[in-house]
C-alpha cells in the first residue's frame, strides 16, 4: 500500500470518527458479551474441576447394604486402573435444638481423600469433637464451643446382637467447614423426620464402632489432569466401574456367606445353651419333685406313728386314770368303815389319800407331757405339710417359668431362622460423581449458562453486522468519487479497498480487544457470584478462552470487515468514469399508501414526503427495523426474566401456599398423642384455623431425574384448599381436588420427568416400598417438587393407616417478634420436633433469586447500550446519506426545526415499527430464556407484566430520543455549500 493512500486511511478514521467509534462499540459490546458469557460456562466448570482436584474428590463410591469389609477393599485395591481405595461411615442422626430436630448427615473426615475446607476453627483432635457446615451455625444460632447431641438408631451386627453406631453421642463444635461432597443445598433424603437431610457434620472415623464400613471411596489413576466434565474423563472412570461391576457378584456372595455363617452359627450355639438349659432346669424340677415325693412319704409315716402313740398314751392315760379312780373309790369305801375314833386307821387313810393325791399329780403330769409331745408332733406334722404345699407351688412356678423362658427363647430362635433364610445377597450401588446431585445440578446450571450464551450473542451480531453493513456500505458510498479517481490513477482494487478494510479491522480490533479486556473476566465473576449462593464451591477459576476470543474477533470480522469487502468489491465494478459521477438516485415510485386515497389525501406534504422516503430506501427500511428490534427484544426479555423471578415467590408463598407456619412433629407418635398436640395448637390465640397433614420423602421409580420429592396427604381432603391450593397456572378459576382414584403432581416434576395427565407412574417411599398409581392432575407450582394424595388412596396402597406428622396453619397478622414468642410457646409443647414460619423460607428464597437478577440487569444495561449504539449508528447514516437533500431543503427555507423533523419522523416511524417486532421478539426470548436456565428444583412464571413492556418500550423510545436530540445538533451543523458542490 501506498504511502499517501496509507495518509488517507489514517485521515479518514478522524474525519468519520464518529462511525469509528460507534462501529468499534458495536463490536465491544457483540464480542465483549459473546466472550463474556460464553466463558462463564467454562470457567464454571473449570471451577469445579480444580476444586475437586485440590479436594481429591472420589471418582467412584461403593455402598453394600450389608456393609464392606476390609477383604472387599483389598479386591478392590487390585483392581487395574484403581488408585486408591479408602473405607468409611456415615450415619444419619437427630440433632436437637430449642426450636425443632433436625435430620443430619454424620460423615468420617478423611485427609487422603474428599478433603474438607476449613473455613472457621480447627478439625477435631478427639472423639468428642465435630465439625459442621456454615449454614448450620446460621440456622440453629449455635457457634464454635457449643455442645450438641446426636440421636443415633442402634445397629445389628453380624451376629444379630444390637449394638451402638457411635462411641460419642455429645460433641463440642470446634470448626465449621465445607465439603466438596455436598456442593449444592440437596442433602439427601432419609427414613428419619420427615425424608430431607437438613444439614451434614464430620466426626473422626474412630467414633465408629461397627467392624465393617458403610462404603468405599475409590480414587481413579491418572483421572486428575483430565477434566471432569469431559468424555474422556466419563470413559476411563466407566472403565474401572465396569471392572468392579465384575467383580461385585463374587464378593457379594462372600459377604452373604460371612453373614449366614456367622448368624447360623449363633443360631446353633444359642439353640445348644437353649436345650442344655432345658435340660438342667427340668433336672431340678425332677429332683425337687423327688425330695417332695419323699417328704410326703415320711410325713404319712409320721401321722401313722402319731395316731398309733396318741392311742397308745390315751390307752395309758385311761388304765392310769381307772387305777387311780378305783383307788379313789377303795379310800372312801374304807373311810366309811373307820370306826370313829380310830386313830390308826384314820391315819393309814390319810396317808393313802396322799399317796392318792401323788398318783394323780403324776398323772396328770404325764397326761400333760404325753399332750404336749402328741401336739408337738401334729406341728410338726403340720409344718411339713405346709412346706410341702409350698414347694408345690414353687415347682410349679419354676415349671411354669422355665416353660415360658424356653417357649420365649425358642421363638426366638425360630424367628432367627427364619430371619436367617429372608437373608438376601447384599446389593452394590456403584456411583461416580453423575450420581452426585450437587455435581450434576452444578454441570446443568453451566450448560444452562452456555446455551443462553449460544443466542444472545447472536443478536448482539446479527445487530452489529446488519448496522456495520449500513455504515460502511454508506462510507463506500460517499466516496466513490475518490475511489473512480483512485482507480483512475492506477491503484489496484485491493489497494484501494485495503484503505476501508484497514478502516473497519482497526474498529473490529479495537472494539474486540475492549470488549474482551473488559468482559472475559467481569461476566463471568458475575454469573460465578450469582451461582455461588446455591453453591459452595470455595474457589473462583477465570481462565482466558483463547477459542471463544478468536471465534468472537472471527465473527466481528464478518460483521464489520466482512460486509466492508463486500461492499468495496460491488464498488469497485464500476468504471472509473462511472464512479467519479453520483450515484443516480432511486427512482421514485408509488408506495402502497397512496392506493388508499381515504389515507393518503389526508397526508400533507411533509407527511407524504417521509412515507415515500421511507418505503424507498428499503435496505436502511430493513435494517433499522431489525436493529430496534433486536434491541427491544433483548430489554424485554430481561425485564421479562426479572418477572419471572420476582412473581415466582409471591406465586408460591401466598397464592399456592396460603398457610403462615409449618409445625413438625416428633416420630413415632400415637394417634391421641397427635390430636393432643393438635388441639393445644388450636387452642392458641395466634392460630385461626389449622390442619393434620403427613408429609414425606419419596421418589419416582425408573426415572433418570433424581429429585427429593414430597408426598403431601392431608387428613381432611375437604381442607386442603384453605392451605395449599391446587389449581391450573393457565386457568386459574380450575381448581382441583384430591380423590381416591389417582394423585396430583406439580408442574415442573410433570415437565422434567414428561408425564402427563392420566399417565400410569411408580411411587416408592422411604421404606422401599413399591406402588403404582394414576395422575389425575397437574397442578401450578414453583419451588420444589410436590405429590398430592388422598390418605383413603394412601391407606389401600400401602396398607397403613396414615397418620400426620406435619401440622399446618394460619395466624393473625403477626410482627417478626410476635412470631419468634409464638414458635417458642409452640416448642414448648410435648411431641414438637420443629416450627418454621413461612415468611422465614420466604425471605431466604428472595435472597437467591436476588442475585440471579444482578444477571437480569447486565442484560439490559447491555441491551440499552446496542440499542443506543444501533439507533445513533442508523440515523448518522442516514443523514449522511442525505446530506444533499437535507441541505437543498435547507436552501429551500426550511428551519433547522422543520428540517429535524423531516428527518426525526422517519427515524421515530421507524423506531416504532421496530418496537413492535420487539414485543413479538420479545415475548418468544423471554420463553427462550426461561426455559433453558430454570433450575431443576423451580420454575419460573412465564408472565411478563405489562410494566416490563413499557420499560422496554421506554428505554428502546428514551434512547431514540437521545439519538435525535444529538442528530438535532448535527443538522445544524451541515455545511450548505460544501454539501451542495458539483461533484463533477
Not at 408345690?392 to 425360630?414: P, S, V
Not at 429372608?422 to 452394590?428: A, C, G, M, N
Not at 473497519?504 to 457470584?529: D, F
Not at 396453619?809 to 417458642?824: D, R, S, V
Amino acid at each position: 500500500m501506498k504511502k499517501a493512500l496509507l495518509k488517507d486511511t489514517i485521515k479518514e478514521i478522524t474525519h468519520n470518527f464518529k462511525r469509528f467509534i460507534s462501529i468499534m462499540l458495536i463490536v465491544l459490546l457483540g464480542v465483549g458479551f459473546f466472550v463474556g458469557i460464553k466463558s462463564a460456562s467454562p470457567d464454571m466448570k473449570q471451577t469445579l474441576d480444580q476444586y475437586f482436584d485440590m479436594q481429591n474428590v472420589m471418582d467412584i463410591e461403593v455402598i453394600s447394604t450389608l456393609g464392606i469389609t476390609k477383604e472387599d477393599l483389598q479386591e478392590l485395591e487390585k483392581i487395574e486402573g484403581v488408585e486408591k481405595v479408602v473405607g468409611s461411615y456415615s450415619a444419619e442422626g437427630i440433632v436437637e435444638t430449642e426450636e425443632k430436630e433436625l435430620v443430619t448427615k454424620i460423615e468420617t473426615i478423611h485427609t487422603e481423600i474428599n478433603k474438607l475446607t476449613l473455613l472457621e476453627g480447627n478439625l477435631p483432635t478427639n472423639l468428642s469433637e465435630c465439625v459442621v457446615e456454615k449454614t448450620f451455625l446460621l440456622s440453629t444460632g449455635f457457634k464454635i464451643g457449643d455442645k450438641i447431641k446426636m440421636k443415633v438408631e442402634d445397629i445389628q451386627n453380624e451376629k444379630g446382637e444390637t449394638q451402638k453406631l457411635l462411641k460419642q453421642q455429645e460433641y463440642t463444635i470446634v470448626g465449621v467447614v465445607e465439603s466438596p461432597l455436598y456442593i449444592s443445598r440437596e442433602r439427601g433424603s432419609t427414613k428419619l423426620g420427615s425424608g430431607k437431610i437438613d444439614y451434614y457434620l464430620y466426626i473422626p472415623q474412630e467414633n465408629f464402632e461397627v467392624d465393617f464400613y458403610t462404603m468405599a471411596y475409590i480414587k481413579v489413576k491418572n483421572v486428575n489432569d483430565l477434566k471432569t466434565y469431559d468424555k474422556t474423563y466419563e470413559d476411563t472412570v466407566d472403565q474401572v466401574k465396569n471392572k468392579i461391576e465384575g467383580i461385585s457378584e463374587e464378593r457379594k456372595k462372600a459377604r452373604y456367606d460371612e453373614i449366614y455363617k456367622n448368624a447360623n452359627q449363633k443360631i446353633q450355639e444359642a439353640q445348644e445353651e437353649l436345650d442344655t438349659e432345658s435340660k438342667k432346669a427340668q433336672k431340678q424340677i425332677k429332683d425337687a419333685k423327688e425330695k417332695l415325693e419323699k417328704a410326703k412319704k415320711e410325713i404319712k409315716q409320721g401321722k401313722e406313728t402319731l395316731a398309733v402313740n396318741k392311742t397308745a398314751t390315751n390307752k395309758q392315760l385311761k388304765e392310769a386314770k381307772t387305777k387311780l379312780d378305783q383307788a379313789q373309790k377303795e379310800i372312801e369305801e374304807k373311810e366309811n368303815l373307820i370306826p370313829p375314833g380310830n386313830q390308826i386307821a384314820q391315819m393309814q387313810i390319810n396317808e393313802a389319800k396322799k399317796e392318792l393325791e401323788k398318783q394323780k399329780a403324776a398323772y396328770e403330769a404325764n397326761k400333760k407331757q404325753a399332750e404336749n409331745e402328741l401336739k408337738k408332733a401334729q406341728n410338726k406334722l403340720d409344718q411339713a405339710e405346709k412346706e410341702i404345699k409350698e414347694n408345690e407351688a414353687k415347682i410349679q412356678k419354676a415349671q411354669k417359668e422355665a416353660d415360658e423362658k424356653m417357649q420365649e427363647a425358642q421363638e426366638k430362635l425360630d424367628k432367627a431362622k427364619k430371619d436367617l433364610e429372608k437373608i438376601e445377597k447384599p446389593e452394590w450401588y456403584i456411583l461416580t460423581r453423575k450420581q452426585n446431585a450437587g455435581y450434576v445440578s452444578y454441570l446443568q446450571d453451566a450448560d444452562r449458562v452456555d446455551n443462553i450464551a449460544a443466542v444472545f450473542p447472536i443478536v448482539f451480531f446479527v445487530v452489529a453486522a446488519l448496522t456495520s453493513l449500513t455504515s460502511m456500505a454508506r462510507m463506500v458510498e460517499e466516496q466513490r468519487v475518490q475511489i473512480g479517481t483512485l482507480k483512475a490513477l492506477g491503484y489496484k482494487k485491493t489497494q484501494i479497498a485495503a484503505k476501508y478494510i484497514i478502516y473497519a479491522s482497526l474498529a473490529t480490533l479495537l472494539g474486540s480487544s475492549l470488549g474482551t479486556i473488559t468482559c472475559y473476566k467481569t461476566l463471568p465473576s458475575i454469573v460465578l457470584k450469582m451461582y455461588a449462593m446455591m453453591y459452595t464451591i470455595p474457589i473462583t477459576v477465570l481462565e482466558f478462552n483463547a477459542g471463544y476470543v478468536i471465534a468472537g474477533f472471527l465473527a466481528a470480522a464478518i460483521c464489520t470487515v466482512g460486509v466492508t469487502i463486500y461492499s468495496c468489491t460491488k464498488a469497485l465494478k464500476g468504471t472509473p468514469a462511472s464512479l467519479m459521477r453520483p450515484k443516480a438516485p432511486k427512482p421514485g415510485k408509488r408506495v402502497f399508501l397512496e392506493k388508499i386515497p381515504f389515507i393518503w389525501s389526508r397526508f400533507n406534504f411533509t407527511k407524504k414526503v417521509t412515507a415515500r422516503n421511507i418505503f424507498r430506501y428499503k435496505k436502511r427500511f430493513l435494517m433499522t427495523i431489525v436493529g430496534v428490534a433486536g434491541c427491544t427484544a433483548l430489554i424485554i426479555a430481561g425485564f421479562g426474566l426479572r418477572d419471572a423471578i420476582a412473581t415466582m415467590i409471591p406465586a408460591q408463598y401466598g397464592e399456592i401456599f396460603k398457610y403462615d407456619i409449618q409445625i413438625t412433629l416428633k416420630d413415632n407418635l400415637e394417634k391421641q398423642q397427635i390430636e393432643k398436640v393438635h388441639r393445644q395448637i388450636q387452642e392458641k390465640q395466634e392460630i385461626t384455623n389449622s390442619i393434620k397433614l403427613y408429609m414425606k420423602g419419596i421418589e419416582i421409580v425408573k426415572s433418570d431425574n433424581n429429585q427429593n420429592i414430597q408426598l403431601v396427604i392431608p387428613e381432611s381432603v375437604e381442607h386442603l384448599h384453605e392451605f395449599i391450593n391446587l389449581q391450573n397456572r393457565k386457568n386459574k378459576k380450575e381448581n382441583y381436588t384430591l380423590d381416591n382414584t389417582g394423585i396430583i403432581i406439580t408442574e415442573k416434576l410433570a415437565k422434567m420427568l414428561e408425564i402427563k395427565k392420566g399417565d400410569i407412574i411408580l411411587l416408592k417411599n422411604t421404606d422401599d416400598v413399591e406402588v403404582e398409581v394414576k395422575v389425575s392432575e397437574i397442578t401450578e407450582n414453583y419451588l420444589m417438587h410436590y405429590i398430592y394424595m388422598s390418605p383413603k388412596l394412601y391407606e389401600e396402597l400401602y396398607k397403613q393407616e396414615m397418620k400426620a406428622n406435619v401440622i399446618v396453619a394460619n395466624t393473625n397478622e403477626l410482627l417478626q417478634e410476635e412470631q419468634n414468642i409464638l414458635g417458642k410457646q409452640i416448642l414448648d409443647e410435648n411431641n414438637i420436633a420443629g416450627v418454621s414460619f413461612l415468611s422465614f423460607t420466604t425471605s431466604i428464597f428472595n435472597d437467591v433469586m436476588s442475585n440471579m437478577t444482578l444477571v437480569v440487569w447486565i442484560l439490559i444495561i447491555a441491551a440499552g447500550m446496542l440499542a443506543f449504539v444501533v439507533l445513533y449508528n442508523l440515523s448518522n447514516a442516514n443523514i449522511s446519506e442525505r446530506i444533499r437533500e437535507l441541505a437543498t431543503i435547507k436552501v429551500l427555507g426550511f428551519y433547522d426545526k422543520e428540517v429535524f423533523e423531516y428527518v426525526a419522523k422517519e427515524m421515530i416511524i421507524l423506531t416504532v415499527i421496530g418496537i413492535l417486532f420487539g414485543i413479538l421478539g420479545g415475548m418468544f426470548l423471554t420463553t427462550f430464556i426461561i426455559k433453558t436456565c430454570e433450575l431443576d428444583m423451580l420454575m419460573f412464571n412465564p408472565k411478563i407484566e405489562l410494566l416490563s413492556y413499557i420499560y422496554g418500550i421506554a428505554i428502546t423510545a428514551v434512547f431514540a430520543i437521545v439519538v435525535n436530540i444529538v442528530n438535532y445538533f448535527a443538522l445544524r451543523k451541515i455545511d450548505m455549500i460544501e454539501s451542495l458542490k458539483s461533484v463533477e
